[in-house]
């Protein structure tokens, strides 16, 4: 029998496995930064959101969107764009960082989160000059949840409206005082993200997601297995077009959380409705160890410096 086990660690660090941190390495070095900005204005900790500006590199700096894993159970985590060292990663490489609160499940219920993370995009887009930011150029990476929350950016890019199953929803959202501005990116690298909820006990995961009380089942309002359409609604799958952006996705084949399977079916169909994507699967990597090391935020990094080429040409 699969055990659920919600780990404290989860909300902290987006995976179970504890590691000694680095406090050398995941020290943040930035050229200017501004913390807890209310990108929504109604004071909620879910609506703030960090901007840490490049010591490398000229103003205006290419702007990337940090979302942290945590199961969808914390609306308070963006520091942990640092202490997982993928925020210095993108600083020294002279990327601006947007490290972003969203409302837990606790808090509210999906599409909240992915409203959020839009309305982030567009407060940042809206605002972009007087924090020295080219929004020209805007990438989005997250890992675990953050990973599911970084591709449905990608894959909703230019929808705002849906009915899936039945059922309608508002992707886009009206938080904050910006809607009259986009939400759409440039690149998505997405960091073994959740994709289909229906599936990941068949495909190998450690733990039961199909529990009522599994994260996923927490996210939706329900038992996922009951509940397929508000499934539907929120799997990135869903959406995917020919019209998304560049992916990059990296996925150890050792994860025992989120199992392999959930990028497989998403870069799938990535491919096949013609979306430039990468899969990159991992030898042993977990839910985080082994994935998210220099070799991979280096290639993550490449891969942006190509997708903001194309949009300075």
């Keep these: 029998m699969k055990k659920i086990i919600l780990l404290m660690l989860i909300p902290v660090l987006g995976w179970a496995q504890s ?34 500006l490049p010591k490398n590199g000229k103003a205006p700096y290419p702007i990337i969107i940090a979302i942290y894993g945590s199961a969808w159970f914390s609306n308070s985590s963006k520091e ?12 020294e490489s002279g990327f601006a960082v947007v490290n972003v609160n969203h409302r837990s499940s ?15 995009i567009r407060f940042v887009k809206a605002n972009s ?16 949840s ?15 409206t849906v009915k899936i199953g039945g059922l309608d929803v508002d992707i886009e959202g009206r938080s904050g005082k910006y809607t009259h501005q986009s939400s759409s990116v440039n690149a ?30 927490s ?20 959406y995917v077009s020919k019209n998304n952006p560049p992916f990059l996705i990296f996925h150890g084949d050792k994860d025992p959380l989120v199992p392999d399977c959930q ?14 994507s990468e899969l990159v699967i991992v030898a042993g990597g977990g839910h985080g160890p082994g994935v998210m090391i220099d070799k991979y935020y280096n290639q993550m990094i490449a891969f942006f410096d190509k997708e903001m080429k194309k949009t300075r040409k």
């Design 80 to 91: 942990a764009v640092f202490s997982e060292g993928l925020g210095q990663k993108l600083l």
């Design 146 to 160: 953050g990973g599911h929350l970084t591709a449905l950016t990608g894959t909703t890019n230019t929808i705002k």
């Design 19 to 52: 590691k000694e941190m680095d406090v050398e390495k995941t020290a943040i070095s930035s050229l200017k930064y501004w913390l807890d900005i209310d990108y929504v204005g109604d004071n909620a900790i879910g609506h703030k959101l960090d901007i840490h």
């Design 219 to 238: 996210l939706i309002g329900g038992a996922i297995q009951e509940n397929s359409a508000k499934v539907a609604l929120a799997n990135p799958i869903s």
């Design 263 to 276: 990028s497989k079916k998403l870069y799938e169909k990535l491919q096949k409705e013609g979306v430039p």
């Design 129 to 144: 000059q007087k924090f020295s930011l080219d929004n020209s150029f805007i990438g989005v990476t997250g890992w675990s």
């Design 106 to 120: 606790a808090d509210a219920k999906f599409p909240a989160q992915i409203q959020d993370i839009k309305a982030a």
């Design 188 to 217: 998505i690298v997405d960091w073994f993200g959740p994709t289909d909820f229906l599936i990941m006990d068949q495909c190998g995961s450690s733990f039961s997601h199909n529990d009522a009380k599994s994260p996923e089942s």
